[in-house]
């Protein structure tokens, strides 16, 4: 029997996606030998994000922590929070995103465990993968008998819950005091009306190919046109082109949406690490010997300057 | 103030890596080995800080067998001052490391402990947040920006929402991002010079031993490969097969 405490990664009106698939990930554990799943919630006047955490199917119960110095993410703060809410617990998963590696490993230094990061299968109770070496490998890693198994839970590998549960909310009292040694000064979003490039369904990218910032505007045209989130290669952020928080790759994002189309990407590994989850890759490069097209499930050798009006033209 | 820089030996970013056949693990013998790349960013900008007057002293610590003063030597002859080897065997868990960390921390008086986000070996992204818990202090992950403003440091950091910045009190645990800066070439003279900088051994008993029940690492395993695509020939063609597959 397992009891299964997830952190809830939120921005203080929705929850992330990746709670969703959390929740996936601890029901794979579950179905070895039972167990409950609950979710914590931490942050100052959550309750609509605690409501849409108990809506997931499975949920078994959503502990709801309000407290003023829990409105910022700070680890130094969610940390020792999701330490003392472990308390029981066998499992306390978040999801791999900034945020989960952020807090979970902080959590698990206090709780006096090990830490699993990247969880992408679950093999038994206390068995599971992971990727290693940029995804290169994959390790089978189990757990021994008596410790706490923390772990963050790796987005691309899981599909979200569904909703229809219907979850007890439960309000639970902050039991640590505010950190006075770290302070949030603000968040400066990538933002935009755009899809969040993590969990957007369509991703349109664009690599060092597309010559400029303002060529760029061709990857938005044709991401707006299919509600797509926007990413970029690596090359095309040290050029300068796009922001970082746009790149998709190892040192990047590591997404999985159902359609992915590269623009002008010729396909580093370390790129091609951050996208072989995607459901369908689609490939347009000028050279035909990329190794995009190696991985890509549609593969186009042209100009994405043609290539590209012509796309959207013909979905109209 | 004292900087402590962590550095791991890792297989080379440009190597790569492949599964052994028998599955214990990934091929090691006879491949290039390197100092961590975001370790070495850490210690970049940890170099910086001295040249820029805000610290006297860059120590480099690495933990394991002897082949890691290897690693520490590139470190000193980036321009650390002085190295330590923790004298280990080569698979600890973050949970150690951190341990290890905190201790020397203490017993250096560090002002920053400046880790790099994670290896590119066991991608784990743990050892920087472990170490706060563990010594009680500030933790700046993924840091793309750090600027010391006596007592406190101020770091921007890289998260999935954009740019996030936060203050923190000194001493603390900073753990670098790609982006922070791009550390310099190491010259044949510094390399010289870098065989006469002390280079002082300790035992890991010595700072708290081995910590925590180990996840055991079984089986390694290639990624499954994914199955081979087409090729169209056109734009027509490439909405067409799209729109067949109920795409867009």
Redesign the interface.
């Known amino acids: 029997m397992s009891k299964i405490l997830i952190l809830a990664e939120h921005?203080g009106d929705t929850l992330n996606p990746g709670t969703a698939k959390a929740v996936s990930c601890a029901q794979a554990i579950t179905a070895h030998g039972g167990g409950d799943v609950d979710i914590l919630v931490l942050g100052d006047g959550i309750d609509g994000v605690a409501a849409q955490a108990s809506a997931l199917q499975g949920v078994n119960a959503v502990l709801a922590t309000n407290a003023p110095h829990l409105a910022a993410p700070?680890?130094?703060n969610h940390?020792p929070e999701l330490a003392a809410a472990a308390d029981g617990y066998s499992h306390v998963l978040a999801p791999s995103?900034?945020?989960g590696?952020?807090?979970?490993?902080?959590?698990?230094?206090?709780m006096?465990?090990?830490?699993?990061?990247?969880i992408m299968a679950v093999d038994g109770e206390r068995a599971f993968k992971r990727?290693?070496?940029?995804?290169?490998?994959?390790?089978?890693?189990?757990?021994?008998e008596?410790?706490v198994i923390a772990g963050t839970t790796r987005s691309a590998s899981w599909s979200a819950a569904g909703e229809g549960g219907s979850g007890a909310v439960q309000d639970r009292a902050a039991a640590c005091e505010a950190?006075?040694?770290?302070?949030?000064?603000?968040?400066?979003?990538?933002?935009g009306d755009r899809p969040?490039l993590?969990t957007a369904p369509v991703v349109v990218s664009g690599g060092r190919a597309l010559g400029s910032a303002e060529n760029f505007d061709l990857i938005y045209g044709l991401a707006d046109k299919?509600g797509a989130a926007v990413g970029a290669s690596r090359a095309a952020v040290d050029a300068g082109y796009v922001p970082?928080?746009m790149q998709v790759g190892q040192?990047g994002?590591i997404i999985s949406p159902?359609?992915y189309l590269a623009f002008g990407i010729s396909g580093a590994?370390q790129h091609l690490t951050g996208i072989?989850d995607a459901g369908?890759?689609?490939a347009?490069n000028k050279d035909a010997d990329a190794p995009i097209?190696e991985?890509?499930?549609?593969?186009?050798?042209?100009d994405l300057f043609?290539?590209i009006p012509?796309?959207e033209q013909?979905?109209s | 103030m004292k900087i402590l820089v962590g550095i791991k030996r890792a297989v080379d970013y440009n190597v790569r890596v492949r599964v052994k056949s028998d599955g214990s693990g990934v091929e090691t013998d006879g491949v290039k080995m390197s100092v961590n790349p975001f370790d070495e960013i850490a210690l970049e900008e940890a170099l910086r800080l001295k040249e820029a007057g805000k610290a006297d002293e860059v120590i480099v610590v690495s933990i394991g067998p002897g082949d890691v003063q290897q690693q520490l030597r590139t470190g000193l002859a980036m321009g650390a001052d002085r190295a330590i080897q923790v004298e280990a065997g080569d698979t600890l868990q973050p949970l150690t490391v951190a341990q290890v960390f905190k201790a020397l921390a203490e017993r250096e008086g560090a002002g920053i402990v400046f880790l790099g986000k994670q290896a590119i070996d066991d991608d784990s992204n743990q050892v920087g947040q472990m170490t706060a818990a563990l010594w009680g202090r500030p933790q700046a992950t993924f840091a793309s920006k750090v600027s010391l403003n006596g007592e406190t440091a101020t770091v921007t950091r890289e998260v999935d929402a954009g740019l996030e910045t936060i203050e923190i009190d000194l001493p603390a645990v900073i753990t670098s991002d790609l982006r922070l800066n791009e550390p310099r070439f190491v010259k044949l003279p510094d390399i010289m010079k870098a065989k006469r900088k002390p280079l002082d051994v300790i035992a890991l008993d010595e700072l708290g031993g081995v910590v925590g029940v180990a996840p055991e690492a079984g089986h390694h395993a290639p990624p499954e490969p994914r199955g081979r695509g087409i090729m169209v020939d056109d734009t027509a063609a490439l909405v067409a097969e799209l729109k067949n597959r109920g795409l867009v």
């Open positions: 921005d700070l680890a130094a940390g995103s900034t945020y590696k952020d807090v979970l490993p902080h959590a698990a230094a206090l006096g465990v090990n830490a699993l990061s990247d990727p290693v070496y940029a995804g290169n490998a994959i390790v089978d890693v189990s757990v021994p008596g410790a950190a006075a040694h770290t302070r949030y000064v603000g968040l400066e979003g990538a933002g969040d993590q299919l970082n928080d040192t994002k159902e359609l590994i072989k369908t890759i689609v347009v097209f991985v890509a499930d549609i593969g186009l050798v042209g043609t290539v012509e796309f013909q979905l």
